[in-house]
T-cell receptor, first 111, second 107 residues
Framework: DVKVTQSSRYLVKRTGEKVFLECVQD?????MFWYRQDPGLGLRLIYF???????EKGDIPEGYSVSREKKERFSLILESASTNQTSMYLC??????????FGDGTRLSIL | GIQVEQSPPDLILQEGANSTLRCNFS?????LQWFHQNPWGQLINLFY???GTKQNGRLSATTVATERYSLLYISSSQTTDSGVYFC?????????FGTGTRLKVLA
């Protein structure tokens, strides 16, 4: 069974901090994705990666960066956290042309 | 970009009832998935169904790609079916999610 693991289920940080959210998948998937989910706005794509060291901006990349140094790991970085980045963050992975599998999500609060 | 519309936005059912959820999309797609988000926020894969029909227990789905819609059928609903159902489509890598159907099943 596919396993996508996000490093934290809940996280509380302060404004201005640099925040790292980690995601690891165990299925050798080429594609990995970071979304955020907000009430009334649904799931929005922040960044995705289709190979090691390759990344593409999604719909809302401002204020975020990503890193994919190894195939199984995709990190989301909030360079200087702000309160409007309080949200649920979801990581997913997939083979090309196949179904996405999601982690359990990280509820991030920026105080 | 591709637009995805789901209907109805909200649905309340009595346990044991059947329901049909709809997903319309505005352009041809190569990938289509249905998900269930449970009350704990976990997104569970239901179907990967860019075309055709699939069944899994009480759930089934049909996608008519030429007419740009997909249907999710829930039969004999149970309280554990409550949550939000999302449709997501993509042409290549980038998935677009609908805003979901919020389902509540009453005991």
């Amino acid at each position: 069974d596919v396993k996508v693991t996000q490093s934290s289920r809940y996280l509380v940080k302060r404004t201005g901090e640099k925040v790292f959210l980690e995601c690891v998948q165990d299925m050798d998937h080429e594609n990995m994705f970071w979304y955020r989910q907000d009430p009334g706005l649904g799931l929005r794509l922040i960044y995705f990666s289709y190979d090691v060291k390759m990344k593409e901006k999604g719909d809302i990349p401002e204020g975020y960066s990503v890193s994919r140094e190894k195939k199984e790991r995709f990190s989301l970085i909030l360079e200087s956290a702000s309160t409007n980045q309080t949200s649920m963050y979801l990581c997913a992975s997939s083979f090309v042309g196949s179904s996405q599998h999601f982690g359990d999500g990280t509820r991030l609060s920026i105080l | 970009g591709i637009q995805v519309e789901q209907s109805p936005p909200d649905l309340i059912l009595q346990e044991g009832a059947n329901s049909t959820l709809r997903c319309n999309f505005s352009d041809s797609v190569n990938n289509l998935q249905w998900f269930h988000q449970n009350p704990w926020g976990q997104l569970i894969n239901l179907f990967y169904i860019p075309s055709g029909t699939k069944q899994n227990g009480r759930l089934s789905a049909t996608t008519v790609a030429t007419e740009r819609y997909s249907l999710l059928y829930i039969s004999s609903s149970q309280t554990t079916d409550s949550g939000v159902y999302f449709c997501a489509v993509s042409g290549t890598y980038k998935y677009i999610f609908g805003t979901g159907t919020r389902l509540k099943v009453l005991a």
